[in-house]
């Protein structure tokens, strides 16, 4: 069907009307278990009460002033995420990209502070950081970056989850201020590094100097079974960057500085029109304290174990299937074969699924899901999966 939408999706042959909890009904009222989140954004499932009232209250409030002036809301907000994850600061922008270019500006502004002409950033391989032209150049992907023209220069890429290669890297180059990385890599395949791969990271960023960025756009807000991905690891990093869950579908992205490199970024260096806004900062609050009281992240990883046990079980007799990987409710169940058009079987069975990196069938489901409804996506992604690989 042409429409007067720009074609950088393709997409799927429905339209949503409404939502509650963990479920979607589309504009013909059939109902849908929603085990995406719309990318990992709606953590606390559709319409949430909390963040309905937040967000219309503050509507009929005060939605925008510019950050010319004090926002109550995202002072409060910034206090928070600072708490949960021991960082100092916070810079406010509106997605994950964003975020991230905020993270890439502090790096390279941090180098250049300490006489680094030519500052460089180490990224991975199948990494995404983003779709604008310094994050798609962060991002090792081809697919992404084809036929844009030069990419911004600055970043040296190594292999995810390959400690040697980025101690080579460090040997070979001077101008290394700043490691970008991905506590889980989600759009890469649910890539989960092996253990101790964020510590040796941070002592190598110590021996160098460098800034530890952690990208959790995906991982970040309770998604892994903590707070933030990194906090697996018992260590802190430089920088991190959050979005997607932080507004469980209100439009926000944050960047947030150790007490380090919290000076960085001074007046004038970077900003944003709508970043931190008071509507937008009053979802992220309602968001949090959601999250807290109701113990998310807890949620996530015995929900998350729940699942790829069972799901494991379920699939454990099905010839195709490789292997299933998870962190908290971030799972990816790997096939022999690349299976894109599970996606639209899946609909037609009424679950959201996504298929990532090719032959990775990736589950997002909310924070908020119960054992009956994870018994459903196993059961609809059983049969699903055991057809399409007799095919
Ligand atoms: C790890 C990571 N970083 C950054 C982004 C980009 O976020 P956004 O689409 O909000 O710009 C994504 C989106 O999938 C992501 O998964």
Same mark, same amino acid.
């Given at each position: 069907?042409?429409?007067?939408?720009?074609?950088?999706?393709?997409?799927?042959?429905?339209?949503?009307?409404?939502?509650?909890?963990?479920?979607?009904?589309?504009?013909?009222?059939?109902?849908?278990?929603?085990?995406?989140?719309?990318?990992?954004?709606?953590?606390?499932?559709?319409?949430?009460?909390?963040?309905?009232?937040?967000?219309?209250?503050?509507?009929?409030?005060?939605?925008?002033?510019?950050?010319?002036?004090?926002?109550?809301?995202?002072?409060?907000?910034?206090?928070?995420?600072?708490?949960?994850?021991?960082?100092?600061?916070?810079?406010?922008?509106?997605?994950?990209?964003?975020?991230?270019?905020?993270?890439?500006?502090?790096?390279?502004?941090?180098?250049?502070?300490?006489?680094?002409?030519?500052?460089?950033?180490?990224?991975?391989?199948?990494?995404?950081?983003?779709?604008? +032209?310094?994050?798609?150049?962060? &991002? !090792?992907?081809?697919?992404?970056? @084809?036929? /844009? #023209?030069?990419?911004?220069? $600055?970043?040296?890429?190594?292999?995810?989850?390959?400690?040697?290669?980025?101690?080579?890297?460090?040997?070979?180059?001077?101008?290394?201020?700043?490691?970008?990385?991905?506590?889980?890599?989600?759009?890469?395949?649910?890539?989960?590094?092996?253990?101790?791969?964020?510590?040796?990271?941070?002592?190598?960023?110590?021996?160098?100097?460098?800034?530890? +960025?952690?990208?959790?756009?995906? &991982? !970040?807000?309770?998604?892994?079974? @903590?707070? /933030? #991905?990194?906090?697996?690891? $018992?260590?802190?990093?430089?920088?991190?960057?959050?979005?997607?869950?932080?507004?469980?579908?209100?439009?926000?992205?944050?960047?947030?500085?150790?007490?380090?490199?919290?000076?960085?970024?001074?007046?004038?260096?970077?900003?944003?029109?709508?970043?931190?806004?008071?509507?937008?900062?009053?979802?992220?609050?309602?968001?949090?304290?959601?999250?807290?009281?109701?113990?998310?992240?807890?949620?996530?990883?015995?929900?998350?174990?729940?699942?790829?046990?069972?799901?494991?079980?379920?699939?454990?007799?099905?010839?195709?299937?490789?292997?299933?990987?998870?962190?908290?409710?971030?799972?990816?169940?790997?096939?022999?074969?690349?299976?894109?058009?599970?996606?639209?079987?899946?609909?037609?069975?009424?679950?959201?699924?996504?298929?990532?990196?090719?032959?990775?069938?990736?589950?997002?489901?909310?924070?908020?899901?119960?054992?009956?409804?994870?018994?459903?996506?196993?059961?609809?992604?059983?049969?699903?999966?055991?057809?399409?690989?007799?095919?």
């Amino acid at each position: 069907m042409m429409d007067s939408i720009m074609t950088t999706y393709g997409r799927l042959p429905v339209t949503f009307r409404r939502g509650e909890g963990s479920y979607l009904y589309d504009t013909e009222g059939k109902k849908y278990l929603d085990a995406l989140c719309g990318i990992a954004v709606t953590s606390l499932g559709h319409a949430h009460p909390k963040v309905a009232e937040a967000i219309s209250k503050q509507a009929s409030t005060l939605v925008h002033t510019s950050n010319l002036y004090h926002i109550e809301n995202q002072t409060k907000l910034a206090d928070k995420l600072c708490q949960l994850s021991g960082m100092s600061n916070v810079f406010f922008a509106n997605s994950g990209a964003e975020a991230n270019e905020a993270a890439i500006k502090l790096a390279r502004l941090y180098g250049t502070n300490k006489g680094v002409e030519n500052p460089h950033i180490v990224v991975m391989k199948g990494s995404f950081h983003g779709r604008t +032209m310094a994050t798609l150049s962060a &991002t !090792g992907n081809k697919k992404v970056q @084809e036929g /844009f #023209g030069a990419l911004l220069p $600055g970043f040296t890429r190594v292999p995810y989850n390959d400690l040697d290669a980025v101690r080579r890297v460090a040997k070979k180059n001077e101008d290394i201020v700043a490691i970008l990385v991905e506590p889980v890599q989600g759009e890469g395949g649910v890539i989960i590094p092996e253990d101790g791969y964020l510590k040796t990271l941070r002592e190598i960023c110590d021996k160098w100097g460098w800034l530890l +960025m952690v990208d959790e756009v995906q &991982t !970040g807000m309770c998604r892994t079974g @903590e707070w /933030f #991905g990194f906090q697996h690891s $018992g260590i802190q990093p430089d920088v991190m960057t959050l979005a997607k869950a932080l507004g469980n579908g209100v439009p926000i992205g944050a960047c947030l500085a150790a007490e380090s490199v919290n000076d960085v970024l001074r007046p004038g260096t970077h900003g944003s029109t709508f970043g931190g806004n008071p509507l937008s900062t009053s979802a992220a609050l309602a968001v949090v304290e959601t999250m807290a009281a109701a113990d998310s992240k807890t949620n996530a990883s015995e929900m998350g174990e729940y699942l790829h046990t069972e799901l494991a079980t379920a699939l454990a007799e099905v010839d195709g299937v490789k292997l299933i990987r998870s962190k908290g409710l971030m799972l990816g169940i790997v096939l022999e074969k690349d299976c894109g058009e599970l996606v639209a079987q899946a609909l037609e069975a009424g679950l959201l699924i996504n298929v990532t990196a090719g032959n990775v069938v990736r589950l997002l489901p909310p924070l908020t899901l119960s054992q009956q409804e994870a018994d459903e996506i196993i059961l609809t992604l059983k049969t699903l999966i055991t057809a399409f690989l007799q095919q």
